[in-house]
């Protein structure tokens, strides 16, 4: 057989050609114009300007690189906050449950939902005076732990990681259950009758089973993370000051200023972020075809 | 092997409180859409005094809610659409034809699924081909977008229908159009309908790409039709939740026809087998 007759090579272009100039050559061309002072009145006049604008971005008079450090904490702990729990939660759903299916419809429901509903609809849940959450702890006798949700400094990153996994957990926690599913029953029964107990089975047979689907999340995870933007967006718009703002509702917030320049600079250390953290994991999947 | 009963129990209470703290949001939204205003801001659960009915009709009009969810369909579908049939066509040599060339081409695509869009410089470049600020322009940036996860998903799911049907189909006189068309695409089937679900839902759901990419209302999509009546009715709850309510109704319906081929699409390539 013929394979250069029978796999065309133009069957690639399409995508291909829509990747590299829609995808690609925008991320390439911004890390050009963040080396610019491109803004709205530059009609066509854009100059060079070296690193004036990643200067401006790291300068201690300015909060940006705030927004950098808390794009990366968002990173870090969201992930933490929801992998952990979703863990548990597969596997305490994954059998000798009744109704688990039902259970795990309305779990995973959330997800499917848009950021934009999602931030409305929290956003008059945690109104501090008629929400929903705050009228609950009163119900309940628990006045001590309400709270201005969205506007307190100390607890406005707590409601956003909250928001954050009520919606994603169900999701992380899907992709859990089917890695353990795939796990034979009967690692566990070998396990049980040489006396391993719950601890045990979990960090000799669970995790390691399941490194394929934590690498998944992992994956989806991070880049989710360096590149939120809608739920900070909708819940907080970055307040309250510059408490909550990240680097791509900086970068918007610049962009509608008509900042281009700066807005493309902000953008180019996100692409270089992840860049580098795509690289690694391209790397390592790739090394794991090798070996399969 | 049986769990003792206290075991079972914890779990179910458990499972239950968590299936609650889901379903109360969704629950309060629907009641308190059928309010007043007054009686809306104060976000009870209890039941409407007297059923407001009205209020969706309100919305459906002041809303601009039958433009948005034509947007919504038309971007959703033809750029979900095209980014599929080329991907699969793509991935279809891609997975058939390793070369040192190919498998690079694949990784270099692989490669987005990581950067983020630079919508700044995006703009620009849809400038250049005229497309900026129009539904084809948006289109194209849905569709470039998603390119890295189809290619991903359908290459994965492409070695598993076997290379003997090829050689038979070429044996048979097929040309590369026909072999594709007839034979490997039906076979793509359940792949392509979950990337399909799965897609469809993102370009419905996304919010950052319309903000940037559409400046006249009348390109809005749905996403951004709710977020700009919430601007302007921020006090008028009661609005703003039947708004919710009608945007989320087509997610939710797709969800649950469409269930099993969206589990079964993320746990692909999740499990090694």
């Given at each position: 057989?013929?394979?250069?007759?029978?796999?065309?090579?133009?069957?690639?272009?399409?995508?291909?050609?829509?990747?590299?100039?829609?995808?690609?050559?925008?991320?390439?061309?911004?890390?050009f114009y963040s080396l610019t002072d491109w803004n709205a009145r530059s009609m066509g006049d854009i100059n060079f300007v070296g690193l004036k604008n990643f200067r401006e971005?790291?300068?201690?008079?300015?909060?940006?690189?705030?927004?950098?450090?808390?794009?990366?904490?968002?990173?870090?702990?969201?992930?933490?906050?929801?992998?952990?729990?979703?863990?548990?939660?597969?596997?305490?759903?994954?059998?000798?449950?009744?109704?688990?299916?039902?259970?795990?419809?309305?779990?995973?429901?959330?997800?499917?939902?848009?950021?934009?509903?999602?931030?409305?609809?929290?956003?008059?849940?945690?109104?501090?005076?008629?929400?929903?959450?705050?009228?609950?702890?009163?119900?309940?006798?628990?006045?001590?732990?309400?709270?201005?949700?969205?506007?307190?400094?100390?607890?406005?990153?707590?409601?956003?990681?909250?928001?954050?996994?009520?919606?994603?957990?169900?999701?992380?926690?899907?992709?859990?259950?089917?890695?353990?599913?795939?796990?034979?029953?009967?690692?566990?029964?070998?396990?049980?009758?040489?006396?391993?107990?719950?601890?045990?089975?979990?960090?000799?047979?669970?995790?390691?089973?399941?490194?394929?689907?934590?690498?998944?999340?992992?994956?989806?995870?991070?880049?989710?993370?360096?590149?939120?933007?809608?739920?900070?967006?909708?819940?907080?718009?970055?307040?309250?000051?510059?408490?909550?703002?990240?680097?791509?509702?900086?970068?918007?917030?610049?962009?509608?200023?008509g900042r281009y320049g700066m807005?493309t600079a902000?953008?180019?250390?996100?692409?270089?972020?992840?860049?580098?953290?795509?690289?690694?994991?391209?790397?390592?999947?790739?090394?794991?075809?090798?070996?399969? | 092997?049986?769990?003792?009963?206290?075991?079972?129990?914890?779990?179910?209470?458990?499972?239950?409180?968590?299936?609650?703290?889901?379903?109360?949001?969704?629950?309060?939204?629907?009641?308190?859409?059928?309010?007043?205003?007054?009686?809306?801001?104060?976000?009870?659960?209890?039941?409407?005094?007297?059923?407001?009915?009205?209020?969706?009709?309100?919305?459906?009009?002041?809303?601009?809610?039958?433009?948005?969810?034509?947007?919504?369909?038309?971007?959703?579908?033809?750029?979900?659409?095209?980014?599929?049939?080329?991907?699969?066509?793509?991935?279809?040599?891609?997975?058939?034809?390793?070369?040192?060339?190919?498998?690079?081409?694949?990784?270099?695509?692989?490669?987005?699924?990581?950067?983020?869009?630079?919508?700044?410089?995006?703009?620009k470049?849809?400038?250049?081909?005229?497309?900026?600020?129009?539904?084809?322009?948006?289109?194209?940036?849905?569709?470039?977008?998603?390119?890295?996860?189809?290619?991903?998903?359908?290459?994965?799911?492409?070695?598993?229908?076997?290379?003997?049907?090829?050689?038979?189909?070429?044996?048979?006189?097929?040309?590369?159009?026909?072999?594709?068309?007839?034979?490997?695409?039906?076979?793509?089937?359940?792949?392509?309908?979950?990337?399909?679900?799965?897609?469809?839902?993102?370009?419905?759901?996304?919010?950052?790409?319309?903000?940037?990419?559409?400046?006249?209302?009348?390109?809005?999509?749905?996403?951004?039709?709710?977020?700009?009546?919430?601007?302007?009715?921020?006090?008028?709850?009661?609005?703003?939740?039947?708004?919710?309510?009608?945007?989320?109704?087509?997610?939710?319906?797709?969800?649950?026809?469409?269930?099993?081929?969206?589990?079964?699409?993320?746990?692909?390539?999740?499990?090694?087998?």
């Amino acid at each position: 057989m013929n394979k250069l007759k029978t796999y065309p090579q133009w069957f690639l272009f399409l995508p291909l050609a829509i990747y590299v100039v829609f995808f690609l050559s925008p991320g390439l061309l911004g890390v050009f114009y963040s080396l610019t002072d491109w803004n709205a009145r530059s009609m066509g006049d854009i100059n060079f300007v070296g690193l004036k604008n990643f200067r401006e971005i790291f300068s201690a008079d300015e909060n940006y690189s705030q927004g950098i450090f808390n794009t990366l904490r968002f990173t870090v702990i969201s992930n933490i906050v929801k992998l952990v729990p979703a863990l548990l939660l597969a596997i305490m759903l994954q059998k000798g449950l009744r109704g688990r299916n039902f259970y795990r419809t309305i779990l995973y429901l959330p997800s499917i939902l848009p950021f934009l509903i999602i931030g409305l609809t929290f956003k008059s849940i945690l109104n501090f005076n008629t929400g929903l959450l705050n009228t609950t702890l009163e119900f309940l006798q628990l006045d001590f732990l309400k709270q201005k949700w969205l506007t307190d400094l100390d607890v406005v990153w707590f409601s956003i990681y909250g928001v954050d996994a009520w919606r994603g957990i169900g999701y992380v926690m899907t992709i859990f259950l089917a890695g353990l599913n795939a796990i034979p029953n009967s690692y566990y029964e070998a396990a049980d009758i040489d006396g391993a107990n719950f601890l045990q089975k979990l960090r000799y047979i669970t995790l390691p089973m399941l490194s394929g689907s934590i690498m998944i999340n992992l994956v989806f995870g991070i880049t989710y993370g360096l590149k939120v933007f809608d739920i900070i967006y909708i819940l907080t718009n970055g307040g309250p000051g510059h408490a909550t703002q990240v680097v791509t509702t900086y970068a918007y917030q610049l962009y509608a200023n008509g900042r281009y320049g700066m807005s493309t600079a902000l953008n180019t250390i996100l692409f270089l972020i992840t860049m580098a953290v795509g690289i690694i994991i391209v790397k390592v999947m790739s090394k794991q075809e090798v070996q399969q | 092997m049986k769990q003792p009963w206290p075991q079972r129990l914890i779990k179910q209470i458990v499972c239950i409180v968590l299936s609650l703290i889901v379903i109360m949001p969704f629950y309060m939204v629907v009641i308190n859409s059928f309010k007043t205003k007054g009686e809306s801001a104060r976000m009870a659960l209890t039941l409407p005094s007297e059923w407001q009915f009205s209020n969706y009709s309100i919305v459906i009009e002041q809303g601009k809610l039958v433009q948005g969810f034509s947007n919504s369909l038309l971007y959703a579908v033809l750029s979900t659409s095209i980014a599929l049939l080329g991907c699969a066509m793509a991935a279809f040599v891609l997975s058939r034809k390793r070369t040192k060339f190919n498998v690079f081409i694949y990784y270099f695509v692989l490669c987005g699924l990581f950067f983020p869009v630079n919508y700044v410089t995006l703009v620009k470049v849809l400038q250049t081909f005229k497309v900026a600020n129009t539904r084809a322009g948006l289109i194209i940036a849905f569709t470039s977008s998603m390119i890295p996860f189809c290619l991903f998903v359908i290459r994965n799911f492409m070695s598993s229908v076997p290379v003997e049907l090829d050689e038979a189909a070429v044996i048979d006189g097929a040309g590369p159009i026909r072999l594709f068309f007839s034979i490997i695409l039906p076979l793509l089937k359940p792949i392509m309908v979950t990337a399909f679900i799965l897609q469809f839902m993102g370009v419905w759901n996304d919010f950052m790409t319309p903000l940037y990419l559409s400046s006249s209302s009348k390109m809005w999509p749905m996403n951004l039709a709710v977020y700009n009546f919430f601007g302007k009715m921020a006090s008028y709850w009661n609005y703003v939740f039947a708004d919710i309510v009608l945007t989320i109704l087509p997610v939710i319906i797709v969800y649950l026809i469409g269930q099993k081929y969206i589990v079964g699409g993320l746990t692909s390539g999740a499990v090694k087998e």
